[in-house]
C-alpha cells in the first residue's frame, strides 16, 4: 500500500511537472491569468461538481480559452480543464482599462470591504453598469457615480465599454423620426452625460415613455417634467414616433412603502445628508405622498411628512383595484424555478451572533455567506427571491416570516448552523413544525444528503417561531454543528456552503417538480 500511494505521489508530482513546462512554454495569444492560490485544482467542468483532472501552483501563468461565469476554461497538456476565476489574477496590468460591469441581480449590495461583514454603502439594481477597477479573489472593486465599492463576482457579469446589452442592434427596432422613449425595464437610471459613468440625476420606470431630445449613439436624452433632461441607456427602452406622454410621477393614489430593515431613517429633506426625523422598522408601513427622484414622500402618523430613499423600501398599490387585479405569477417550466418566489431567510444577524464555533467562527456571519450563494443559485434558474436580511442587522422573527408574507412567497427557508453541550455531535437537519410542511422539508433533505458528506439526521418537528407562525410551506436548516471542531472546519469552508447551496436548490427543484 505504501509503495502504490508513493507511485500514486510520483505520477502526480510528474502531471504537474508536466503542466509547468507545458503552460510554462505556451504562447499568450488570448488573455492570460496568474494562479493566485498555493494550489489551483483543475476540472472537467466549470464548477465544483466536476472531477478533479489536475492541480495548478501558484504564480503559474495561463492562457484563457473560454468562461463561463466564474470559471475559466484552459488547455492543458492538449486538453481542455477548468479553474476556478476568483482564484486567478490577470498577467495584464491594464486589463481591467475600459471594461464595466452589470449587475445580473436587483438589489446587488455594494460593501466597504470585499468581505460579507463588511458595510453595505449602497445598492445596483439589475443591469446598473459600474467601472471595474480591479479583481481580488471573489471580488470586485467597482466605481458608480463617482463613490468606490466592492461586489461579489457571483452577482455580475464583466462586460467591454460600449458593449451593447441587451438586444443586439439589428435586433433593434431601425426607427429614424423617433420622438418619444419608453422604458422597458423596471428602472433605469438617467445619468447628466450620455456615459455609464457620469453622475446619476435620477431613474425613470418600466413602460413610461418621455419626449426625446437627442440621440448619440448608444444613449437618448430625453425630456423629464419641467425643464430637467437625462441621458438613457438606449437598448433599455424602445424608440417610436408615437405621441409621447411623460410619467405622472404624482399619480401615487392609494401607493405604499413597507421598510425593508430595522433602524431605517426617516428624513426631513430628500438627502442623506438631512436630519433624520424619526428610525422605522421592517415591516412599518406608510402611505406616499409623492415621489421625488429616487425618495418618497410618506405620510407619518402625527399629520406630518417624512423622505425615505426607495432603495431601502418595498413599494406597493393598496387601491381596490389593484388589488382585485393581482398580477398572476408565470407558469412554470418543469426543471426551472421561473415563475416561484422564494424566502430565504439568514439566521441572526446584527447583536444576534447566533452560536459561535469552537474557532470563533459566528454563525450570523455563515448562514449569510451561505443565503447569498444559494441566492444566485435560484436567480439563475428563474426564481424570484426575497432574503429577510441582507446585511449584518438584526431583524425580528416575526418580521422575518411577514416579509415572506408580503412578498407573496411560495416557500420559505431558515438557515442555520447548529450547536450542542455534546461537542461529539455532527450532522444536518431539516426541521419543520406543521404537517403540510414535512413534504417541503422532506424533499430539502435529501437534496442536501445528495450533495454533502455529513451525517443526515433526518427531517424533524420542532416549534420553531418562524415555522409555527408561518403559513407557507416551510423549514429551518441546521447544516452541522460548529461546537465539534472538525465539523466546523468543513462547516466554514467555501466548498461546503457551495455543495450545500446546490443540495438545497436542487431539493427545492424537485419539490416543486413534483408538487
Known amino acids: ?66 468562461r463561463s461565469d466564474d470559471w475559466l ?123 455609464q459613468t457620469s453622475k446619476r ?7 413610461d415613455t418621455y419626449p426625446i431630445e437627442k440621440i448619440d449613439g448608444n444613449w437618448v436624452k430625453i425630456s423629464l417634467d419641467g425643464k430637467k433632461s437625462g441621458w438613457v441607456y438606449a437598448f433599455h427602452g424602445e424608440l417610436s414616433s408615437k405621441s409621447s406622454k411623460s410619467s405622472d410621477n404624482s399619480n401615487t393614489v392609494g401607493k405604499t412603502v413597507s421598510i425593508v430593515t430595522n433602524g431605517t431613517n426617516v428624513r426631513v429633506e430628500p438627502t442623506t445628508a438631512s436630519d433624520v426625523a424619526l428610525r422605522a422598522d421592517a415591516g412599518d408601513v406608510f402611505q406616499v405622498v409623492e415621489k421625488k427622484d429616487d425618495w418618497y414622500e410618506i405620510q407619518l402618523s402625527d399629520g406630518g411628512t417624512a423622505y425615505v430613499a426607495e432603495w431601502v423600501v418595498n413599494s406597493a398599490e393598496t387601491s381596490a383595484s389593484s388589488a382585485n387585479a393581482a398580477t398572476k405569477k408565470p407558469k412554470r417550466i418543469p426543471g426551472t ?61 416575526r ?22 453541550p455534546d461537542r461529539s455531535i455532527t450532522g444536518f437537519t431539516t426541521y419543520y413544525t406543521q404537517s403540510a410542511q414535512q413534504a417541503f422539508a422532506q424533499s430539502v433533505n435529501e437534496g442536501l444528503s445528495s450533495t454533502i458528506d455529513l451525517p443526515n439526521r433526518g427531517t424533524q418537528p420542532a416549534d420553531y417561531l418562524v415555522l409555527r407562525e408561518n403559513r407557507l410551506p416551510a423549514v429551518l436548516i441546521e447544516l452541522g454543528f460548529l461546537s465539534n471542531s472538525s465539523e466546523e472546519r468543513v462547516l466554514t469552508s467555501s466548498y461546503f456552503r457551495e455543495q450545500a447551496s446546490q443540495g438545497i436548490y436542487k431539493g427545492l427543484l424537485h419539490y416543486f417538480d413534483t408538487n
Open 1 to 66: 500500500m505504501a509503495r502504490l500511494a508513493k507511485l500514486v505521489a510520483a505520477i502526480l508530482l510528474l502531471s504537474v511537472t508536466l503542466l509547468d513546462a507545458r503552460l510554462a512554454t505556451a504562447e499568450s495569444s488570448g488573455q492570460t491569468v496568474i494562479v493566485d492560490s498555493p494550489t489551483l485544482n483543475v476540472r472537467s467542468g466549470p464548477g465544483l461538481t466536476y472531477s478533479l483532472i489536475g492541480k495548478l501552483k501558484d504564480g503559474q501563468k495561463l492562457e484563457v480559452l473560454d
Open 399 to 420: 418580521k422575518r416570516t411577514s416579509i415572506a408574507h408580503e412578498e407573496d412567497a411560495d416557500v420559505f427557508v431558515s438557515l442555520h448552523y447548529d450547536a450542542n
Open 201 to 207: 440625476i435620477g431613474t425613470v420606470s418600466k413602460n
Open 73 to 195: 476554461q484552459i488547455s492543458v497538456d492538449g486538453e481542455t480543464g477548468w479553474i476556478a476565476s476568483w482564484l486567478t489574477k490577470s498577467n495584464d496590468s491594464g486589463s481591467n482599462e475600459n471594461k464595466t460591469i452589470v449587475s445580473r441581480v436587483d438589489s446587488l449590495n455594494i460593501r466597504s470591504s470585499p468581505s460579507i461583514t463588511s458595510a453595505a454603502i449602497g445598492k445596483l439594481r439589475s443591469g446598473d453598469l459600474a467601472k471595474l477597477v480591479e479583481y481580488q479573489g471573489e471580488w470586485a472593486s467597482i466605481i458608480v457615480d463617482g463613490m468606490e465599492g466592492w461586489v461579489h463576482t457571483t452577482y455580475i457579469t464583466e462586460v467591454e465599454e460600449g458593449q451593447k446589452l441587451g438586444a443586439s442592434e439589428s435586433e433593434k427596432p431601425k426607427v429614424t423620426d423617433a420622438n418619444s422613449f419608453t422604458v422597458i425595464v423596471d428602472r433605469l437610471n438617467v445619468r447628466k452625460k450620455p456615459d
Open 337 to 397: 424555478l421561473k415563475g416561484i418566489t422564494i424566502a430565504l431567510d439568514p439566521g441572526h444577524g446584527g447583536n444576534d451572533r447566533g452560536t459561535t464555533g469552537t474557532r470563533g467562527s459566528d454563525e450570523k456571519d455563515l448562514t449569510l455567506q451561505t443565503a447569498e450563494l444559494l441566492a444566485g443559485k435560484l436567480k439563475d434558474a428563474g426564481a424570484k427571491v426575497i432574503m429577510t436580511r441582507d446585511s449584518d442587522s438584526y431583524v425580528s422573527l
